[in-house]
């Protein structure tokens, strides 16, 4: 209805309350916000680049750390017969090298072989002999990979002359064998496994040490900063291989060990990028409010310096991982990381670009394991760079 104030005609304005504001609507029910983490998850799943390459990972991740236990072939298995076979979605041994095999094999036992025959999964042949054949000779087929269930059959009266029978032992290497006769596919995914917990650990230490250290140095300045910093400086210094070899030497070779090392030198620059995030933020508006309200600094730190610098920190952490992937491979070379049997990702890159001429294999696909990862970490830090950025909320 119309309201007069001082001869002015006013009209009643209707009850309008904005949701956001936290104050019931006319149905009376809360208006819930969202907070810095729900609204980032939400900004992340509309960008399509950074959900695949997070499912890229999550599959690598579960092969790496299932398909060990669930591959065909342990990837500390060697097979003799088999060094440096040429991946092949057909199983080995193949048809034209049965034949040879088997008498090759029955060639040490010093018998006289006849046609050898092969009828599916069996392969036989006559044997005879001027001496009562020894049973033991089955012994040279049974230490071969390709036959099992070796028997002598129709052994006559006299023992002279028989058929020697075997089963074909079908192995398959989707991905090839290396230089030893082990089984590719299983040591890539071994591989996967070591590479991504040394480069998730390390990363993960060097996050909580770098983010810590530089966002404390930077939001109190003056000479705690400087001393601070001093002493990042000092730890630049000190060469990686040298500190690496200081570990192995008062604590041993080990798997942890390798990521500590890691860790423990990856954090400086992590700290800096901090620093010079927390320098910038102090200085703003918000940061000042919450100081005039009397919020304690560790407050301040957590609910306001640190979320705001998750951008870049986000960014790098996923540029840390590929980077100890690395610095892991180059301690292996050295003979201070993963040691046989166990390999990673960059120590069969490495044995495959030694072999790149005759077993191009051996190089293809852990290059393309790990061009996957860092892909699809890159695409994922680029996602939760733009999901985590306040500016472009």
Known sequence: MPISIRGFAMTEAPNIVPAAA?????????????????????????????????????????AGLIGPMVAPHSYDRIYPQYVRVPASFEAYPKEDDIVPAFESALARARITIGATEVNGNTVSAPISDDEP??????????????FSNVRIDQLSADGRSGVMLADVSRLQFIFGTDNNGRDLLARILIGIRISLAIGVLASA????LGVTYGAIAGYYGGKIDSVMMRI?????????????????????????????AIGATEWLDMSRIVRGQTLTLKRQEF????????????GILKRHIIPNTLGP???????????????????????LGVQEPLTSLGLLISEGAENIRGATWLLIFPAVTLTMILFALNFLGDGLRDALDPKDR
């Open 22 to 62: 936290g104050i019931a609507p006319a149905d009376g029910e809360m208006a819930l916000g969202r907070s810095l983490f729900q609204d980032a998850w939400r900004r992340l799943r509309r960008n399509r680049a950074a959900v695949a390459s997070a499912v890229v990972l999550v599959v690598l991740a579960l």
């Open 133 to 146: 054949l020894d049973p033991r000779i089955t012994r040279y087929l049974d230490r071969s990979d390709l």
């Open 205 to 208: 230490m060097a996050l909580v």
């Open 232 to 260: 990042v400086d000092i730890f630049y210094s000190l060469p990686f291989i040298f500190f690496v070899i200081l570990l192995v030497v008062f604590f041993g070779r080990s798997f942890i060990l390798i990521f500590i």
């Open 287 to 298: 940061v000042q409010a919450a100081e005039a309200l009397g919020a304690t600094t560790s």
């Open 313 to 335: 920190v986000v960014v790098y952490a996923t540029l840390l991982i590929p980077k100890a992937i690395l610095l892991e491979s180059l301690l292996s070379f050295l003979g």
